[in-house]
């Protein structure tokens, strides 16, 4: 999938979830270097070990996130204001994903969905 590709398949995505009644944003579909080596840092010492909860492996510099390239968007929903799950739960958005063409899951984010 190119960058043309995960635009078309993502806006896709979006529309039908708003046409079945979910409330999506998208959140982090583009990040700078430094914004990707600053998430990178949660949860790790100055030597970067592992200290705490972390929330990538990419540390946007050694390993390059797909959100550094636009290759993914983290969706969240709304209901009442707040994040919540979304009404046809991640397993259902995340198949209909992959029928899309987009990759699998990430078992640990499952916001995240990338081309």
């Not at 078309?8 to 430094?34: Q, V, W």
């Not at 990419?58 to 390059?64: A, E, F, L, Q, R």
């Not at 991640?90 to 992959?98: C, V």
Request: charged share 25%.
């Amino acid at each position: 999938m190119n960058r043309v590709e995960f635009t078309i398949a993502i806006t896709n995505l979006l529309h039908e979830m708003i046409l079945l009644g979910e409330h999506p944003i998208g959140d982090f579909l583009k990040r700078s270097d430094e914004e990707q080596y600053r998430l990178w840092k949660i949860g790790r010492d100055e030597n970067g070990n592992k200290v705490g909860k972390t929330i990538t492996e990419c540390d946007g510099i050694k390993t390059i996130s797909a959100h550094q390239r636009g290759m993914a968007l983290d969706i969240l929903f709304i209901e009442n204001s707040k994040i919540s799950d979304p009404n046809f739960g991640w397993n259902h958005w995340h198949e209909r994903w992959e029928q899309l063409g987009g990759r699998p899951a990430i078992f640990w984010d499952q916001s995240h969905f990338e081309g």
